[in-house]
């Protein structure tokens, strides 16, 4: 009686074995987990971005900064692998798979594209930009527009029109600062007394620096 409970108990065993077996098993047109990485052919670096699209759908995703992509595709489909820089590549994913996840390392080769070298000319034709060259003022070299830099009407101008950097700022509140704590604890001195400041308001008074200078 012990032996025929065995034999049934296997035989039950063996039958939900096989029912699991075939429950189990894909059928064609089955979705699965597809992922991978796409490399670069020469160096194996990731190549970012890559459009990773089903040829004949809209179905797909981009690879990300490290070349990883993870979509849902099914067995039979042929993906298609396109970048800029990189030659289109495609790959069919097998229609006996057993899981429902499948991964590749995806590897794409440089493509290098020659273009025509191109000249960009300022004008229509050739004869246009000679009649310019020979028509066209001469510039002042070097040596003359450094000395219309450093003319002294020049420095003057930028002088009293260009504002005072950060530099000058410091040195000014430096100057002010030290100022206040040279007359720490003294009467400030007045240069209405000076005769010194006197005299170089005197001179700049002859000078004419203190007329108005015409507006531009």
């Not at 096989?18 to 190549?47: E, I, W, Y």
Request: hydrophobic share 40%.
């Amino acid at each position: 009686m012990m032996k025929k409970i065995t034999l049934v108990s296997l035989l039950l065993l063996l039958g939900f074995s096989l029912v699991t077996a075939q429950s189990n098993k894909r059928k064609p047109g089955d979705l699965l987990q597809f992922s991978g990485v796409v490399v670069s052919g020469d160096s194996l670096q990731p190549v970012p971005f890559t459009a990773i699209t089903v040829k004949g759908t809209y179905r797909g995703t981009l690879s990300d900064y490290y070349g990883f992509f993870s979509f849902v595709a099914q067995e039979g489909d042929t993906i298609e692998f396109s970048v800029l820089g990189f030659q289109k590549s495609t790959y069919v994913l097998p229609d006996s798979l057993e899981g429902s996840r499948y991964s590749i390392i995806q590897v794409l080769n440089q493509d290098t594209i020659m273009l025509p070298t191109t000249v960009i000319y300022p004008w229509p034709t050739k004869e246009q930009i000679y009649e310019y060259f020979l028509k066209a003022p001469v510039p002042d070299d070097d040596l003359e527009r450094a000395r219309k830099n450093l003319a002294q009407e020049t420095i003057v101008d930028m002088a009293l029109t260009v504002p005072m950097d950060a530099t000058m700022n410091y040195r000014n509140s430096m100057s002010q600062y030290n100022t206040r704590l040279y007359n720490a604890g003294q009467i400030p001195m007045n240069n209405l007394l000076n005769p010194i400041a006197w005299a170089k308001f005197v001179q700049a008074w002859k000078k004419g620096e203190f007329k108005k200078k015409p507006t531009r």
